[in-house]
């Protein structure tokens, strides 16, 4: 079993093209269940509050525009 990023790399290149398919498949939803968790600890530790009220106070400003 690769216990390194270089033989992780070098076993990702003996795949064939369905096995690199699913591999891709595989790799995109943990990639985005690995963002999503760190999306939802930052919030609950408040680290996007400050950009969050920035966004409001542009906002309340007028300094926004509709998508």
Do not use: C, N, S
């Amino acid at each position: 079993m690769p216990r390194t990023v270089k033989e992780i790399e070098r076993a990702v290149e003996q795949l064939t093209q369905d096995q690199l398919a699913e591999f891709r498949a595989w790799y995109e939803k943990f990639d985005a269940a690995t963002w999503d968790r760190q999306i939802e600890e930052d919030i609950a530790a408040g680290k996007l509050d400050a950009l969050a009220d920035a966004a409001i106070a542009d906002h309340k400003a007028g300094r926004t525009k509709k998508l």
